[in-house]
C-alpha cells in the first residue's frame, strides 16, 4: 500500500500499459517521453541485483525489495499504513485480518 504522495516515487516499468485511461507510463499522458533510453535515464529507480545492501523492515526486519521503501507489504498492509512514508492509509479497525 502506497499513498498518493509516494506513488509519484514508485518506479515505473518500460513499457508502456495495455490498458491507457489512468496509465502513468504512456505518451499522451506525459509519463513516458518518445525515443527515451531506460538505460539513461533510470538509474535511482531501477533494480541492482550487484547491490546486497537491501533495507529492512522497521517492523519484523524481513528484507525489503522495493527501493525506497521502509516497511514491507506485509506489515503495511496488515497495519494500513504507507510502505514507503508510514502514513496511516486505511482504517483496519473492524477489519477481521490474518496474520498468514
Not at 10 to 32: F, L, M, P, Y
Not at 49 to 73: D, E, M, N, R, V
Not at 81 to 98: D, F, H, P, W
Request: proline share 2%; net charge positive; charged share 25%.
Amino acid at each position: 500500500m502506497v499513498c498518493d504522495d509516494c506513488q509519484k516515487k514508485v518506479g515505473r516499468i518500460a513499457t508502456q500499459d495495455v490498458w491507457k485511461n489512468g496509465s502513468r507510463n504512456t505518451v499522451e499522458s506525459g509519463g513516458k517521453k518518445l525515443n527515451e533510453n531506460k538505460l539513461l535515464s533510470g538509474k535511482s529507480s531501477r533494480y541492482s541485483p550487484y547491490t546486497t545492501k537491501f533495507t529492512k523492515c522497521k517492523l519484523c526486519k524481513s528484507t525489503i525489495h522495493q527501493p525506497g521503501s521502509s516497511y514491507c507489504q506485509g506489515c503495511a498492509y496488515k497495519l494500513g499504513i504507507c510502505a514507503m512514508c508510514g502514513v496511516k492509509v486505511l482504517e483496519t479497525k473492524n477489519y477481521r485480518q490474518s496474520a498468514v
